[in-house]
């Protein structure tokens, strides 16, 4: 526990620089955990962010039709949440590129905003894959 202790403190304080970092499920379980997200959906958080981004701190994805992008763990998009410009903006005043950082404090906030105004029907992944079938975070 001490270990993981100081490994969700480097994660916090983005000591993994600016490479890309991708979580095994069980410590994106405990990282969750460690900002907040409550145990009885932890198990949702966990598909929602296996099925969006892999579990990749700096995932991309493809472009939208509507011309947006999809941005970190939780793909988030930045039509309405983020501001692609480089500046905090958009509902979650964030800049996109803290949304990819190795430091998931901002995403996750973000994320928080996002669920208590949609709950987990807001992604797509969600909805498809996680509604019935959730990852096994019981080990962790
Ligand atoms: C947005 O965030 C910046 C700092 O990141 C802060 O200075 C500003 O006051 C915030 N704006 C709002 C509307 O909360």
Known sequence: ??????????????SFGTEA???????????????????????????LVEKESSRRTDAIGMQNSDGSWDHGLFQIND???????????????????????????EAVRCAKKIFARHGFSAWVAWRSYCQYNLPDISYC
């Open 1 to 14: 526990m001490k270990l993981a202790g100081l490994f969700l403190t480097l994660v916090a304080f983005g």
């Open 79 to 105: 039509r309405y949440w983020c501001n692609r410009a480089g500046w905090p903006g958009k509902e979650c005043n964030v800049s996109c590129d803290q949304l990819r950082s190795n430091d998931i404090t």
């Open 21 to 47: 970092y991708t979580f095994s499920r069980c410590e994106l379980a405990r990282t969750l955990r460690y900002h907040g997200l409550p145990e009885n959906k932890l198990r949702d958080w966990v598909c």
